[in-house]
């Protein structure tokens, strides 16, 4: 699932489920980890489980989000 074959199912792929993530991040601003894992498994299901820290960390390498430690949540950063 992380490399891309000619099999991979473009939705179940990083770059989708970040997609999803940034969309519910967007919408919320600030988010606990367990409820966006929720929020994406109803969508995705068991193949949300290889995708999602790839997604998640994807998205902090891009700077569309902090993560905090204290608080267990993810934050949406505009700029």
């Known amino acids: 699932m992380l490399k891309p074959t000619k099999h991979l199912d473009p939705s179940f792929s990083v770059l989708n489920v970040a997609a999803q993530a940034l969309n519910i991040l967007a919408k919320q601003r600030t988010i606990k980890y367990d409820e966006l894992y929720d929020k994406l498994d109803k969508k995705f299901g068991d193949n949300l489980r290889p995708v999602f820290l790839p997604s998640i960390s994807f998205l902090y390498l891009l700077g569309k989000i ?4 204290k608080n267990d949540t993810f934050e949406y950063r505009t700029t």
């Open 66 to 69: 902090e993560y905090h430690t």
